[in-house]
């Protein structure tokens, strides 16, 4: 079946624009989670959204960065007036609800701040 | 809060080597572990996952058991292939539900 899918692949933009990062889950998969890829950080968690129930946003790094999920289904990650270290891959995965269920990662977005 | 520890990179094994990459953890309670790879230009995939202690994950011949005792979940394969070359990520799972990663392992096999 269909795995994550991430749109676009690749970004490129200039400081301080806003961008637009989006990503439609595994369907039937409740849970969807961003994460962010960078070569001094590693792979960082950035919000989990979860049903109806309220989205944890405890590893957005700055109020620069919002996230919404519309109709438990497509996320789209929003980054205003970016900057240079937000470059980065930005990854989506989504899983079945449950601690112990694997979650399934999309290829991601490579956002390149000029 | 929750930490993963893996060895650093990078590995270069030739191949039919025997492979080991450790992983220790911290966490409260009983997390997940899974192991996740990542192929050159590729996005991560899991590889494989223990959900208790004892459990032992395995897929493409890889292996690690969960070790409570020891906190660890150490990756093996006994016989690498030039194939297996990737970046391999041990990870846990708590209690919030998001995944911490380890900076993960790059693993360059020669043939």
């Known amino acids: 079946g269909a795995g994550v899918s991430q749109s676009p692949s690749n970004k490129v933009t200039e400081k301080g624009k806003d961008v637009e990062l989006r990503c439609d889950p595994i369907s039937g998969h409740t849970a969807l989670y961003w994460y962010r890829q960078s070569l001094g950080q590693g792979l960082e968690f950035l919000i989990y959204?979860?049903?109806?129930?309220?989205?944890?946003k405890s590893g957005l790094p700055s109020d620069r960065f919002s996230a919404e999920r519309t109709g438990g289904s497509v996320s789209t990650l929003t980054i205003q007036r970016t900057q240079q270290e937000d470059s980065a891959v930005y990854l989506c995965?989504?899983?079945?609800?449950?601690?112990?269920?694997?979650?399934?990662f999309g290829d991601g977005t490579r956002l390149s701040i000029l | 809060g929750d930490s993963v520890t893996q060895m650093e990179g990078p590995v270069t094994l030739s191949e039919e080597a025997f492979l080991t990459i450790n992983c220790t953890y911290t966490a409260t309670g009983y997390p997940s572990l899974f192991w996740y790879v990542q192929y050159p230009g590729e996005g991560l995939q899991l590889l494989l996952k223990a959900t208790k202690a004892d459990d032992k994950g395995s897929n493409k011949g890889f292996e690690a058991t969960y070790r409570k005792e020891t906190t660890s979940f150490h990756l093996e394969k006994g016989s690498v292939q030039v194939s297996d070359s990737a970046v391999y990520f041990c990870?846990?799972?708590?209690?919030?539900?998001?995944?911490?990663f380890g900076k993960g392992t790059l693993l360059t096999v020669n043939p």
């Open positions: 959204f979860q049903g109806n129930s309220a989205p944890d």
């Open positions: 995965a989504s899983s079945l609800e449950g601690g112990y269920q694997p979650q399934h």
């Open positions: 990870a846990l799972r708590g209690s919030n539900y998001k995944l911490t």
